[in-house]
């Protein structure tokens, strides 16, 4: 039996249903930190928010239709996070986004997107906390996304097929979220005998049983989402920097 | 709409500053993780449940529904305390006192998001974001934000119709249709907020826009007499955990 064959336009009568499918596993629950991680958590995301933050108002400033583009990708970022992702194990989850969100926009809009989304997950969904955004931020919105990036930009460099740096860089970013996530839950709760590294291999234990999977299913589900891009928004991708932009091709002009 | 917004739309205390509920709400997340958890978190999620169902009139169904997926990721974020790595035996087993902590982990965690719901049953996003501006967020980064919330119910409601439309063509039956059908829901959403976004813009155009997005705020003032009430409630929580934790512990 496939597990997604029960899935049918009833099953998703509503938003909220839809929703209501969002896995909270990436985010650390609110009150889950004591309050000098949380605070250490949020001094440590806030200089890539900001300089996020920055960027973002330079590009608003110089493009005001960019508000519309920046909100829309927002938009989209928060979506993703809800669509149901069949695991290659049989079990259903749902994609990080950071690995894509990471190519088309970038890692320091990224910050602000995801900070964004963590927000709204937090007061829309209760999903995450508004005392572990910080943690929240540094894992999802900062971490994944430069991991996933920084893989993309690398591969890219080495003339690696995009296909193969999409998968990569979504695979890397999934990866990288939950190992960030591991080390947060680790120092916030070490194991009483053997301590943080204890307290790390029981954590990232769980997660990698069902996140390795997990991060492979992202990945294909990038490519796909890539490569039909690739054919429909060819413009946006250029825009977005993500495809070379085809100076050579010769279009007919009404002179 | 998402249900947490709806009702905080039609909520009681909906016409309240912000500012009011914040320090009602997140007060009490403060509190709850800041005091012990035994008594500290418990008094402080037995007072946020009274003021959920009580003063603020939030439906308990609502409420049940709202809370019942964070808490089930707390029960799994908490049971890792239960398991020990390595110690005198070796190997992996049950850790002393991991119960003590798991449950004070609970208790802590689930009155946490009880404050934070309060607020959030209570004060809509649309009332809270333009008024970001004035607590020194950047209004390009609110303008975003705000684009983000209204954009997002529209993108939400296209999902889901593709995904009844995949649905009725087969497009869930076998697991490469449905990976199939995945990678085209995405690619979707993608192609239709950029293609809402552009819409947007020449609507906006041509109503003369510079940038800026003026939206009408709801006008409230800050409630004195709400504010200071909430407040001497934090100090009597507080107070009475300190009387309560030598007894009770």
């Given at each position: ?69 920046l909100g829309a990708s927002g938009a989209f970022t928060f979506v993703l996070s809800a669509l149901k992702l069949p695991s290659v194990t049989g079990s259903c989850s749902h994609p990080t986004g950071t690995g894509l969100g ?154 | ?69 964070p808490l089930g990721f707390c029960v799994t974020g908490a049971l890792p305390l239960l398991v020990r790595v390595g110690g005198p035996g070796g190997g992996v087993g049950l850790a002393d006192g991991g119960a003590v902590r ?148």
């Amino acid at each position: 039996m496939v597990p997604v064959s029960q899935e049918t336009g009833q099953g998703a009568s509503s938003i909220h249903e839809v929703l209501e499918r969002v896995c909270p596993v990436m985010h650390i629950a609110e009150g889950f930190l004591p309050p000098a991680h949380a605070i250490a958590w949020g001094v440590a995301s806030a200089p890539f928010v900001v300089h996020g933050v920055r960027s973002l108002t330079r590009e608003v400033r110089e493009h005001p239709e960019s508000t519309l583009l920046l909100g829309a990708s927002g938009a989209f970022t928060f979506v993703l996070s809800a669509l149901k992702l069949p695991s290659v194990t049989g079990s259903c989850s749902h994609p990080t986004g950071t690995g894509l969100g990471a190519i088309l926009f970038r890692p320091p809009v990224m910050a602000v997107l995801g900070t964004i989304t963590l927000l709204f997950q937090a007061l829309l969904l209760a999903h995450g906390g508004l005392t572990t955004l910080g943690a929240n931020v540094f894992s999802m919105a900062i971490a994944g996304p430069w991991a996933g990036y920084a893989v993309h930009k690398l591969l890219r460099r080495w003339d690696v097929p995009l296909m193969v740096t999409v998968f990569s860089a979504a695979f890397v970013a999934d990866l990288c979220t939950y190992c960030v996530t591991s080390v947060q839950l680790a120092l916030a709760f070490p194991d009483p005998h053997s301590g943080f590294w204890g307290a790390l291999g029981t954590f990232g234990s769980i997660f990698a049983v069902t996140q390795i999977p997990l991060a492979v299913s992202e990945g294909l589900l990038t490519v796909l989402v890539m490569r039909l891009l690739a054919q429909s928004s060819r413009g946006e991708l250029a825009r977005l920097g993500v495809l070379p932009d085809r100076p050579g091709k010769r279009e007919a002009v009404a002179r | 709409m998402l249900p947490i917004d709806a009702a905080a739309h039609g909520s009681r205390w909906r016409h309240r500053h912000p500012v009011d509920k914040a320090v009602l709400g997140l007060g009490l997340t403060l509190l709850a993780i800041s005091l012990p958890a035994w008594p500290g978190a418990a008094l402080v999620l037995l007072a946020a449940l009274t003021v959920l169902l009580g003063p603020a009139g939030v439906p308990g169904r609502k409420l049940w529904r709202a809370a019942r997926v964070p808490l089930g990721f707390c029960v799994t974020g908490a049971l890792p305390l239960l398991v020990r790595v390595g110690g005198p035996g070796g190997g992996v087993g049950l850790a002393d006192g991991g119960a003590v902590r798991a449950g004070e982990l609970l208790l802590r965690s689930s009155a946490a998001s009880l404050g934070v719901l309060l607020f959030a049953f209570t004060t809509p996003l649309s009332d809270l974001l333009p008024r970001l501006v004035r607590a020194g967020v950047p209004a390009p980064v609110v303008d975003v934000a705000l684009v983000t919330y209204r954009m997002s119910f529209l993108l939400l409601d296209s999902v889901r119709r593709v995904r009844a439309s995949q649905a009725a063509r087969l497009g869930l039956t076998t697991r490469a249709a449905a990976w199939r059908s995945l990678g085209g829901l995405g690619a979707t959403a993608f192609v239709r907020a950029f293609d809402r976004a552009a819409r947007l813009q020449a609507g906006l155009a041509g109503r003369g826009y510079d940038g800026t997005l003026r939206v009408l705020v709801p006008e409230a003032r800050v409630s004195v007499r709400f504010t200071a009430a909430s407040l001497a409630l934090l100090c009597a929580l507080a107070a009475l955990t300190h009387v309560l934790e030598g007894p009770l512990t």
